[in-house]
């Protein structure tokens, strides 16, 4: 039996069969997997987002759904209806496309916010109520989502709430000259990511899952992640600072890549490197910043530089 890191390292192989020079984004993508929380992958159209999310569910043997959100999609078509059998004379439910393990929200900011706050209590608690019933989701359960940035026509930016349910938030970026002459190269025949085959099973992720909330934190590591988020609350370039929300999810994502560093302990550096997908897409930022070009991700990078790890 492979420990955990090296059986991450063999799911991440597999998804590079098919996927060329994403290997750190990919590995971001696995420590969300294990730490159970949903991503959010924003970038340009064209870099690879749909088939890199495609890769991964191959990868794993989990039941997979793709909503291709468009203006004309309902919530019903998220999380399903009640309908009226004649036959029975009762409502019987219709399973929308969220009852999956692993669900691709494919550019979610060009469907409304109706639709889009669909998924609140689907991200939440892994659950969809329709007509007071309560149905629970298979799980693993993961919901992938791509968007193009906002500046771009016909997209509608995600709600605070929405984006706060996202446990990380990545961008892929454009390849490099020699990775993208291999992807002209991999993609002469036929599409690399039909080639896959699973390499792992949902029970194998489950208990990655259960065993990330072994790993051990100390006080101190607690400390220091609350002193981070406390940062962002009163930062002058920020409107809305982190919530206790944040320092959860930070808090399970250092233990997730501890986990993937086959450690059962936490330290301040893994602490340092989940912190911009972690926390950065949840900050808003004030006019004045926007206008001189300053980042969620720079003033995540400036607080965790300007915090001491040095506990009291």
Do not use: W
Request: hydrophobic share 40%.
């Amino acid at each position: 039996m492979p420990s955990p890191g090296q059986f991450l390292n063999i799911i991440a192989d597999n998804i590079e069969k098919a996927i060329i020079g994403k290997r750190k984004m990919i590995d971001l993508i696995l420590i969300s997997l294990i730490s159970k929380g949903h991503i959010l992958i924003e970038d340009v159209p064209g870099v690879g987002k749909t088939s890199l999310i495609s890769a991964i569910a191959k990868s794993v043997d989990c039941s997979f759904n793709r909503i291709q959100f468009t203006p004309d999609v309902t919530p019903s078509d998220v999380i399903g209806f009640s309908m009226y059998n004649r036959k029975t004379n009762e409502f019987e439910y219709k399973h929308g496309a969220v009852f999956c393990q692993f669900l691709l929200a494919d550019e979610i900011n060009r469907t409304s916010s109706k639709t889009q706050s669909s998924l609140l209590e689907v991200m939440e608690e892994r659950q969809v109520t329709v007509d007071s019933v309560t149905y629970k989701l298979p799980t693993p359960f993961i919901v992938f989502a791509t968007q193009n940035p906002i500046e771009y026509i016909g997209t509608y930016p995600l709600p605070e709430a929405q984006l706060d349910r996202f446990f990380m938030k990545i961008s892929l970026g454009y390849p490099n000259h020699k990775e993208e002459m291999d992807i002209i190269e991999l993609h002469k025949k036929d599409d690399p990511v039909s080639k896959l085959t699973p390499v792992a099973s949902p029970q194998q992720i489950i208990q990655l899952q259960e065993m990330v909330d072994m790993v051990h934190m100390s006080n101190d590591i607690s400390h220091y992640i609350v002193s981070l988020v406390e940062k962002t609350r009163n930062h002058p370039q920020l409107t809305l600072g982190a919530s206790p929300r944040v320092s959860i999810s930070l808090a399970k994502a250092a233990r997730a890549y501890a986990l993937s560093q086959d450690r059962k302990y936490v330290t301040p550096d893994d602490v340092q490197k989940m912190a911009i997908p972690v926390m950065a897409h949840r900050l808003q930022l004030t006019q004045e910043a926007k206008f001189q070009n300053i980042t969620q991700e720079s003033i995540v990078n400036q607080i965790v530089k300007g915090t001491s790890v040095a506990m009291p």
